[in-house]
């Protein structure tokens, strides 16, 4: 599989997105969360420093933050679905 394997793209505003992808870096996997910009109205994306790495190791730390998020906003799976 080739990596950077993007799994999601949650639009910022018109020029940032933070894209959501499994990378490698030194054959380890991790999940990257990462703010991209654009400076050709989203033809190209381009990486920033701002961003942070989840080993697969603390993953269920994440879910379970999620899910706690997503309660305290009365957030339902249903309702993320489009």
């Not at 790495?53 to 339902?76: C, H, I, N, Q």
């Amino acid at each position: 599989m080739e990596y950077p394997q993007v799994l999601a793209t949650v639009p910022r505003s018109a020029t940032e997105e933070v894209q959501i992808s499994i990378n490698e870096y030194r054959g380890k996997k991790y999940l990257d969360l990462r703010v991209y910009y654009t400076t050709d109205d989203g033809l190209n994306w381009s990486p920033t420093k701002k961003g942070v790495t989840f080993s697969p190791d603390r993953l269920g730390e994440l879910k379970d933050a999620v899910e706690k998020a997503m309660a305290e906003f009365g957030v339902t799976e249903e309702s993320t679905e489009e």
